[in-house]
């Protein structure tokens, strides 16, 4: 990642960006503000001193005198006091009768302001560092104008006052950027800083390794986000350490009935001439291992359908009874074969919303193992019966029994109590995990209660609505009410 892609920088810039266009808006700010009011306070000053020059003509009737200049002491104190200032004084046919700077006496001068100030108005202007007041004066009567007393003035001097002071408000402004823009940088960083630890970390995982997540504060939410990903990875590990465990499993167990195939056969090219007696021994062995592999290929094939459908199920409302009365009579021939009763118990009618194929493969699965692990003149029984909420199906054998330690290992894939002896009855030791699978699927629980040499009794449990269903009623009541 690129340095200016890293999201503290991009936010510091942002700031930095926000910061220096309100500090502008100041600076503009504060400098018109202060150029105003200093050509204002400047032309108030001069315009109240231009009305008093223009009042002292008007009350001495200087205009109607030859406009010697001795009558104008006031206009040269004028001058005298603001030297930037120069001051005229004009009769009403705009000719100058004073000069303050003596160049324009006997002349005639006309201008809008003079103008406006003969029509009896005072007028001022700015342009520039230039400005003009043009005040009228009065005859002792008040009645009309007979002059004007015009001043035109430089404010450059108030223009490099501004300027000097200005100098210190812009350093100011300067270095408090710079503190501000410094101080955005360093909390962004700071702020952000986990965020690297949490990429290293990452990129740790994404190599292999990164074991430790990264020391962030626990109640920040980088704290709540290291949390959730190291959950996150932990699942995910397990998830692929159970797939890799899956996969070598899936190997071993295909290959044993291959390799017990490959050494029968080897052993029967080995024997030339052998009796048909052995012939037939070896083919029933090798048609046995043909059933195991293709037992063995069913289950995963069931397995993984499953696991695809997971949130598929086609429901129905079922007779539990009827299902199990069709599960115990395509079992009855291998119960026939191991000499075990199949029993049959309903405890009054149950129905119950299931996926009929799925439930069916669940209960055959857990009535096949109480036939397999039992022993002959044994028995299995199957019983059906309710409660307000489930369908409850108990399957009891009579048969070998399941140590306690074992329980909650059975429903693992591939998990067998006794591996050489389950081996021998046919098993695949993926049953009772599809089993679960299934009994998940319809969110209902299973149960094991067995003792060695005594027997094995599982309790199964399913919503007899199905859970689904179940939650859009009660949504929909509660629409309803
Ligand atoms: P398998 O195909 O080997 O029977 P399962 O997943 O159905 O695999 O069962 C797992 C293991 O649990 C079996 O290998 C067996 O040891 C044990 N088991 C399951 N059901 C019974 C039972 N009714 N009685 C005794 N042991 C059982």
């Given at each position: 990642?690129?340095?200016?892609?890293?999201?503290?920088?991009?936010?510091?810039?942002?700031?930095?960006?926000?910061?220096?266009?309100?500090?502008?808006?100041?600076?503009?700010?504060?400098?018109?503000?202060?150029?105003?009011?200093?050509?204002?306070?400047?032309m108030d000053e001069i315009s109240r001193y231009a009305v008093l020059?223009?009042?002292?003509?008007?009350?001495?009737?200087?205009?109607?005198?030859?406009?010697?200049?001795?009558?104008?002491?006031?206009?040269?104190?004028?001058?005298?006091?603001?030297?930037?200032?120069r001051i005229l004084v004009l009769n009403d046919q705009c000719r100058?009768?004073?000069?303050?700077?003596?160049?324009?006496?006997?002349?005639?001068?006309?201008?809008?302001?003079?103008?406006?100030?003969?029509?009896?108005?005072?007028?001022?202007?700015?342009?520039?560092?230039?400005?003009?007041?043009?005040?009228?004066?009065?005859?002792?009567?008040?009645?009309?104008?007979?002059?004007?007393?015009?001043?035109?003035?430089?404010?450059?001097?108030?223009?490099?006052?501004?300027?000097?002071?200005?100098?210190?408000?812009?350093?100011?402004?300067?270095?408090?950027?710079?503190?501000?823009?410094?101080?955005?940088?360093?909390?962004?960083?700071?702020?952000?800083?986990?965020?690297?630890?949490?990429?290293?970390?990452?990129?740790?995982?994404?190599?292999?390794?990164?074991?430790?997540?990264?020391?962030?504060?626990?109640?920040?939410?980088?704290?709540?986000?290291?949390?959730?990903?190291?959950?996150?990875?932990?699942?995910?590990?397990?998830?692929?350490?159970?797939?890799?465990?899956?996969?070598?499993?899936?190997?071993?167990?295909?290959?044993?009935?291959?390799?017990?195939?490959?050494?029968?056969?080897?052993?029967?090219?080995?024997?030339?001439?052998?009796?048909?007696?052995?012939?037939?021994?070896?083919?029933?062995?090798?048609?046995?291992?043909?059933?195991?592999?293709?037992?063995?290929?069913?289950?995963?094939?069931?397995?993984?359908?499953l696991e695809d459908s997971k949130s598929g199920l086609n429901l129905?409302?079922?007779?539990?009874?009827?299902?199990?009365?069709?599960?115990?009579?395509?079992?009855?021939?291998?119960?026939?074969?191991?000499?075990?009763?199949?029993?049959?118990?309903?405890?009054?009618?149950?129905?119950?919303?299931?996926?009929?194929?799925?439930?069916?493969?669940?209960?055959?699965?857990?009535?096949?193992?109480?036939?397999?692990?039992?022993?002959?003149?044994?028995?299995?029984?199957?019983?059906?019966?309710?409660?307000?909420?489930?369908?409850?199906?108990?399957?009891?054998?009579?048969?070998?029994?399941?140590?306690?330690?074992?329980?909650?290992?059975?429903?693992?894939?591939?998990?067998?109590?006794?591996?050489?002896?389950?081996?021998?009855?046919?098993?695949?030791?993926?049953?009772?995990?599809?089993?679960?699978?299934?009994?998940?699927?319809?969110?209902?629980?299973?149960?094991?209660?067995?003792?060695?040499?005594?027997?094995?009794?599982?309790?199964?449990?399913?919503?007899?609505?199905?859970?689904?269903?179940?939650?859009?009623?009660?949504?929909?009541?509660?629409?309803?009410?």
């Amino acid at each position: 990642m690129k340095w200016y892609q890293r999201i503290q920088i991009r936010a510091t810039i942002f700031l930095i960006i926000v910061v220096t266009g309100i500090f502008c808006f100041a600076l503009f700010f504060v400098l018109s503000n202060q150029i105003n009011y200093r050509i204002n306070s400047r032309m108030d000053e001069i315009s109240r001193y231009a009305v008093l020059v223009a009042s002292d003509i008007a009350m001495n009737q200087y205009i109607g005198n030859t406009g010697s200049s001795e009558y104008y002491e006031e206009v040269d104190s004028m001058a005298g006091f603001y030297q930037d200032a120069r001051i005229l004084v004009l009769n009403d046919q705009c000719r100058v009768l004073k000069d303050s700077a003596n160049t324009r006496r006997g002349k005639t001068f006309i201008n809008d302001d003079i103008l406006t100030a003969l029509s009896g108005q005072t007028t001022r202007a700015v342009e520039g560092i230039y400005g003009r007041i043009a005040v009228p004066i009065l005859d002792y009567s008040d009645s009309y104008v007979v002059g004007v007393v015009y001043v035109s003035l430089s404010m450059e001097r108030q223009y490099q006052e501004i300027q000097n002071s200005l100098d210190a408000v812009v350093l100011v402004l300067i270095l408090t950027w710079i503190i501000i823009c410094l101080l955005i940088g360093s909390v962004f960083m700071l702020s952000f800083k986990p965020l690297a630890k949490i990429r290293r970390w990452l990129r740790d995982v994404n190599n292999g390794h990164g074991e430790h997540p990264p020391l962030v504060r626990e109640t920040s939410e980088y704290g709540a986000v290291v949390k959730s990903m190291d959950t996150i990875i932990a699942d995910l590990k397990e998830a692929d350490t159970s797939r890799k465990e899956f996969v070598s499993n899936v190997s071993h167990e295909l290959k044993t009935p291959l390799s017990s195939i490959k050494v029968l056969t080897e052993s029967l090219l080995l024997q030339k001439g052998a009796p048909e007696e052995i012939y037939r021994e070896f083919l029933q062995d090798i048609n046995s291992e043909i059933d195991r592999e293709s037992a063995l290929i069913n289950d995963l094939l069931s397995l993984v359908r499953l696991e695809d459908s997971k949130s598929g199920l086609n429901l129905q409302m079922i007779s539990m009874n009827d299902m199990a009365e069709s599960i115990l009579k395509r079992l009855q021939p291998l119960a026939d074969r191991k000499q075990v009763e199949l029993i049959l118990e309903n405890r009054g009618r149950v129905e119950a919303e299931v996926d009929e194929m799925k439930m069916t493969l669940a209960l055959s699965n857990l009535v096949e193992n109480g036939i397999k692990y039992n022993k002959e003149g044994g028995s299995v029984r199957l019983k059906v019966d309710s409660d307000f909420a489930d369908a409850i199906l108990t399957i009891s054998d009579t048969g070998c029994g399941i140590a306690e330690e074992h329980f909650n290992k059975i429903y693992q894939r591939f998990y067998r109590v006794d591996k050489t002896r389950d081996r021998a009855t046919g098993g695949t030791g993926l049953g009772l995990a599809i089993v679960h699978q299934i009994i998940t699927m319809h969110h209902g629980s299973i149960s094991i209660r067995s003792k060695e040499d005594v027997g094995t009794s599982f309790t199964v449990r399913i919503p007899l609505i199905a859970v689904q269903n179940a939650k859009n009623l009660a949504e929909k009541e509660e629409k309803d009410r």
